[in-house]
Antibody, heavy 119, light 111 residues
Framework: QLQLVESGGGVVQPGRSLRLSCAAS????????MHWVRQAPGKGLEWVAG????????NYVDSVKGRFTISRDNSKNTLYLQMNSLRAEDTAVYYC????????????WGQGTLVTVSS | DVVMTQSPLSLPVTLGQPASISCRSS???????????LNWFQQRPGQSPRRLIY???NRDSGVPDRFSGSGSGTDFTLEISRVEAEDVGVYYC????????FGQGTKLEIK
């Protein structure tokens, strides 16, 4: 069945880097746009970044521009989020979510991976 | 940037009674292709978000028909006709017309 499984979270010091992965299965990954959405502890949802099915277009929320990079490897059915210069305010559960044809689907979500930025 | 404003932020409801959540956007969500990209999500405690409604009023497969969505332009509503215990959680609206923005969330609890 369709699955999105995030990994790569953990505790990291401010200013350091972390790379998250989202492994997809059960659907044709290369046909779908993908997103990262985060949720700080006890807070609401915040869209972080999105990438088209072929990787040709990427968008970011202003607060992560220049620090985070979304990418994908369609041969490995995997979505990535490279997070550099991490700040305390980046502490959150990071979810990957599926989209299609820029139609804001968000119809399937992973279980999330927790990133804690702390010294 | 589009701001999504939900109300109320807390919603205590008696079992079997109706519930309504409002979501207002700071600009029209009608896209250049004529579609309105407004979704509703439910997040139960300890779970990932689950999409309930897409493009304003289309209910997802497996979502009980007591959930319905309506609205247009900048004003949208999620209604639950008769609240059940399993409906406890936080509900979010999300716009996907101008990149993506979520509302603050509405916490539904049983009175």
């Amino acid at each position: 069945q369709l699955q999105l499984v995030e990994s790569g979270g953990g505790v990291v010091q401010p200013g350091r880097s972390l790379r998250l992965s989202c492994a997809a299965s059960g659907f044709t990954f290369s046909s779908y746009d993908m997103h990262w959405v985060r949720q700080a502890p006890g807070k609401g949802l915040e869209w972080v970044a999105g990438i088209w099915f072929d990787g040709s277009n990427k968008n970011y929320v202003d607060s992560v521009k220049g620090r985070f990079t979304i990418s994908r490897d369609n041969s490995k059915n995997t979505l990535y989020l490279q997070m550099n210069s991490l700040r305390a305010e980046d502490t959150a559960v990071y979810y990957c979510a599926r989209d299609f044809a820029a139609a804001a689907y968000f119809d399937y979500w992973g279980q999330g991976t927790l990133v804690t930025v702390s010294s | 940037d589009v701001v999504m404003t939900q109300s109320p932020l807390s919603l205590p409801v008696t079992l079997g009674q109706p519930a309504s959540i409002s979501c207002r956007s700071s600009q029209s969500l009608v896209s250049s292709d004529g579609n309105t990209y407004l979704n509703w999500f439910q997040q139960r405690p300890g779970q990932s978000p689950r999409r309930l409604i897409y493009r304003v009023s289309n209910r997802d497969s497996g979502v009980p028909d007591r959930f319905s969505g309506s609205g247009s332009g900048t004003d949208f509503t999620l209604e639950i006709s008769r609240v059940e215990a399993e409906d406890v959680g936080v509900y979010y609206c999300m716009q996907g017309t101008h990149l993506y923005t979520f509302g603050q969330g509405t916490k539904l609890e049983i009175k």
